[in-house]
Nanobody
Framework: QVQLVESGGGLVQTGDSLRLSCAMSGRAFGSYHAAWFRQAPGKEREFVAIISSRYASASYADSVKGRFTISRDDAKSTVYLQMNSLKYEDTAVYYC???????????????WGQGTQVTVSA
């Protein structure tokens, strides 16, 4: 069975950094695009970042551009999200996703992690 297991979330202060990790098992990770989404309480799930399967081409939501970096290590079947200069507005449950479609729309993704909470305090 395909599993995506996330780690790295937690409680941090404004301006701090976190690195989220998401490891995939059960499929050839290198064949899939990967992405990060987030969802705050009472909000819709929001696209954060995406990275392609072939050349690791990345794209970001405007709200995180310049602060977050998505990367991947196919040998470890892992996608990362480096989050710098964190703001209160970044507080959300963060989900990783993998699949054959390169899209910012959440419904196009086949596999999802369980989510990890990121809380940014003032």
């Amino acid at each position: 069975q395909v599993q995506l297991v996330e780690s790295g979330g937690g409680l941090v202060q404004t301006g701090d950094s976190l690195r989220l990790s998401c490891a995939m098992s059960g499929r050839a990770f290198g064949s899939y695009h990967a992405a990060w989404f987030r969802q705050a309480p009472g909000k819709e799930r929001e696209f954060v970042a995406i990275i392609s399967s072939r050349y690791a081409s990345a794209s970001y939501a405007d709200s995180v551009k310049g602060r977050f970096t998505i990367s991947r290590d196919d040998a470890k079947s892992t996608v990362y999200l480096q989050m710098n200069s964190l703001k209160y507005e970044d507080t959300a449950v963060y989900y990783c996703a993998a699949g054959p479609s390169y899209s910012s729309q959440s419904y196009t993704w086949d596999y999802w992690g369980q989510g990890t909470q990121v809380t940014v305090s003032a």
